[in-house]
Each structure stands twice: as C-alpha cells, then as structure tokens.
C-alpha cells in the first residue's frame, strides 16, 4: 500500500538546497534565494534534468560552489537570514564580513543585500571600523559604488603623505597614478609682491584645505561618470551560478 499524498502548506513546507563550499556543507532555505537574488532565480528556473543529475537536493549531491571562500558565503546567509527573520543579529557582523557580503551580493545579484552591505559600512555607527579612504576607492572601483568614489578620492588628494606602495597595490595602478596626477596639480600664486620661491620638503599643510574636486572630476570622469566594468571573476561567478544542474 502506497504512502498517502498530503497537501503541502503553502507557507511553511520549505524547500531546502544543499550546497558545499571549501568542504563544509550549507543547507538553507530556497525561497529566500529565489526571492532575493535574481542570479539564483534564474539558476532554480532552469529545466530540471533527470533526478541522477540534479544538485542540491541532499547531502551527497550538493551544488559545488567554486573559487567562494567558505567564510563569505558563511557572512552572506547570516546577513541575508538575520534580515529576512526581522533579527538585529547582522549588525554583529565585522566590518570584513560585510565586505564579503557586499563581494557576494554583487557578484549574485542581491539588489536589497547590496544596499544594506553600503549602508553599514558607511554609517556613523562603523566609524571606528570603517574602511580607510584607501580601500573605499578600491571597494568603490571594484563594486561599483559611486558615492564612495568622489570623497575617498577627496580625501587622498588632501592628505600630506603621498600615496605608498602597498597602497598603490590596493588601489591598482591606473587609479594610483591618476591619484598622483591630481595631488600634483598644485601651483604657487602670489598675493603680494613679494618673490615666489619653491622649495623641496614635505607638503604644506594647507593642501588639507585645497578643493581638488574639478580636478578630480576630470582625471577621473569615466569613473565617476560611466559604468565600472564588472570583473571577470564577478561574472564568472555568477555565470557558473545560474548554469549549475538544480531542482
């Protein structure tokens, strides 16, 4: 005698996906992904191949999640479950942990988490713990965050220590030598008659005070102005997301 067939509830009978990420194994709740991401949307969308193929369902046939570190995706749930449970418990997320929710909501396609990503890391609440200028126009370059860009750029521009190697690496070469173009657009102009002189030493504090936004405006128009290419690992990532076998 067959096992009688109940009706599924239509809230509260969850879908689960299984997926394994550096050798530990993730099962959450599909509907939030679904709801939440359009790349996982598309991906659960996909035609369902023979039950043999299909990833996700259980234990033993996960779906791989390569090149994702184990603790982003570890960051990204408990941001994305905290909120969607009303639960305050994302703010208790370190300031590299929303760093990787921001890596993964973009390269995913979590328009909501995204935002809430930006919106912590620049509020005053993380001010002790906010990124320094340096890696918010790293962060601002490689996610695309426009309302970062001006400011940090600002704010390097200002400052009297010029920009280091190990900086210079952050911010990638075509931005740091556009930095450094800028922080020389500085010129002499006499308010007397008295003689002009240049001299060699550390930068005058009163370059903290100079606005170098039009300038900056300028070297860095595409930036501020155009779209940033999405990186290749971003839409690689997300590729291999909506192609995978799922139910």
């Known amino acids: 005698m067959s096992a009688p067939k109940y009706p599924k509830h239509p809230e509260l009978y969850i879908d689960t996906v299984t997926f394994l990420v550096e ?25 369902q191949p023979d039950i043999a193929m299909i990833e996700g369902l259980d234990d033993a046939r996960p779906v791989v999640l390569q090149g994702i570190s184990k603790d982003d995706f570890e960051s990204l749930l408990k941001a994305l479950l905290y909120r969607q449970h009303g639960q305050n418990k994302g703010q208790d997320l370190l300031t590299n942990q929303w760093v990787s929710v921001l890596k993964l909501s973009t390269m995913w396609e979590f328009a909501n988490l995204r935002a809430a990503a930006i919106s912590w890391l620049d509020t005053s609440d993380a001010s ?80 903290a005070r100079l606005d170098f936004t039009p300038m900056i405006q300028k070297v860095f128009e595409s930036q501020l102005l155009g779209p940033v290419p999405t990186p290749p690992a971003t839409r690689e990532g997300a590729r291999k997301l909506r192609s995978a076998r799922r139910f």
């Open 23 to 47: 050798n530990c194994l993730f099962k959450v709740p599909r509907k939030t992904l679904e709801e939440e991401s359009t790349v996982f949307r598309d991906m659960f969308l996909l035609p």
């Open 128 to 207: 002790l713990c906010r990124p320094d200028p340096v890696e918010r126009v790293a962060l601002a370059t490689q996610y695309d965050i426009k309302e970062w860009l001006l400011p940090s750029l600002l704010a390097l521009a200002r400052r009297p220590d010029p920009i280091g190697v190990e900086e210079g690496r952050r911010l990638g070469i075509e931005t740091a030598l556009k930095l450094a173009s800028v922080r020389e657009k500085l010129k002499l102009e006499s308010v007397s008659e008295v003689s002009k002189r240049l001299a060699v030493g550390d930068r005058d504090s009163t370059a």
